[in-house]
């Protein structure tokens, strides 16, 4: 008998036509989450669950597929996943890094750009029939040579986005649990506070983990820079979003740039009314190739898994 696999939501085909052929494939081809208890109905003798990073999987989910070997988050970040739950069941995490990281840094330079340079009202002006000729004072934007950058958590995403910031002609600096030894010699690792309160720009890439939720608060906001940019590409409950709103409204920060949002997919009102900030919804990754990638990286673990392989990619708690 074919073992089962389940996929809660929609993936690109790459990734469901690698497990259908081995497996008895419960696909749910569907772009929002189902509640758990769907989850657990629709297909109870799964082996495998390859998830995205809006189904929360805990262990009283867990506890509803007896089979289950293995849990493949179609994302990089596994704070959707109870990893304690999952070891003190003996069941295996893996998730989607590497393939994402160019990606991910792209959208954070353009978040950047568009923030610093008013891209979005100025297109909107334009279509709006406002352009009437060149002035000295039209949209004048946040120039970035010999500014500073801070990344806060040097990971691979950390640093790809690093490199794309240097090139705009700013020196960085990080905060990261250690030293990242790729990181160049030029790129200063700091304290987090110092990070905050010096720098031009600052940038989180750092997994939301209990320690790391809503690092960054009202107290922080209001120790960045006059006129400074915040940018999120990593997960919206790293920062306190009423606190953002506040910052911006006071004047305090330039604009900022957020592809997450706390209470994801909602978004704060005092974003969506502000002028300064440039919002996208969650594309980081968002790219034909690398979507495939990831859905082939995903799809690959589940069938090495339930094929006694050991898969790559495994999240050790
Ligand atoms: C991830 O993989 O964690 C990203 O947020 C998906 O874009």
């Not at 074919?2 to 469901?16: D, F, M, S, Y």
């Not at 990971?155 to 905060?175: P, T």
């Not at 790391?212 to 915040?230: D, Q, V």
């Not at 997450?260 to 919804?281: D, N, R, Y």
């Amino acid at each position: 008998m074919k073992k089962q696999v389940l996929i809660t939501q929609h993936i690109p085909e790459a990734g469901v036509s690698l497990l259908t052929g081995q497996f008895e494939v419960v696909y749910l081809n569907d772009r929002t989450p189902r509640p758990a208890s769907v989850l657990a109905a629709s297909c109870p003798d799964a082996s495998a669950i390859l998830c995205l990073l809006s189904d929360r999987i805990d262990g009283a989910l867990m506890d509803r597929f007896p089979r289950l070997e293995l849990i493949s988050n179609y994302a990089a970040g596994v704070n959707n996943i109870d990893l304690k739950a999952a070891a003190a069941r003996g069941i295996l995490v893996c998730n989607t890094p590497d393939v994402l990281t160019e990606a991910t840094a792209d959208l954070a330079l353009a978040l950047l750009l568009a923030a610093a340079r008013k891209i979005i009202p100025a297109d909107r002006f334009c279509r709006e029939g406002n352009f009437n000729g060149w002035a000295s004072d039209l949209f004048c934007g946040f120039g970035f040579t010999g500014k500073q950058i801070g990344i806060i958590g040097m990971g691979k995403i950390g640093l790809a986005f690093a490199r794309r910031a240097e090139s705009l002609g700013m020196s960085v600096v990080y905060s990261n649990r250690t030293p990242n030894p790729l990181a160049p010699p030029n790129y200063r690792l700091t304290d987090l506070e110092s990070l905050i309160k010096e720098s031009d720009v600052v940038s989180l890439h750092t997994p939301l983990t209990p320690e790391t939720r809503g690092m960054m608060n009202a107290a922080r906001f209001a120790s960045m820079k006059e006129g400074s940019i915040f940018l999120n590409t990593g997960r919206g409950e790293l920062h306190d979003e009423e606190a953002l709103v506040t910052a911006l409204a006071s004047g305090k920060l330039f604009a900022a740039g957020l592809d997450v949002f706390e209470k994801e997919p909602g978004i704060h009102p005092g974003l969506l009314a502000s002028g300064k900030v440039v919002l996208t919804p969650h594309i980081g990754s968002a790219t034909i190739e690398t979507r495939n990638a990831m859905a082939q990286l995903a799809a690959q673990a589940v069938s090495d898994c339930l094929n006694g392989k050991i898969p790559q990619n495994r999240v050790i708690v």
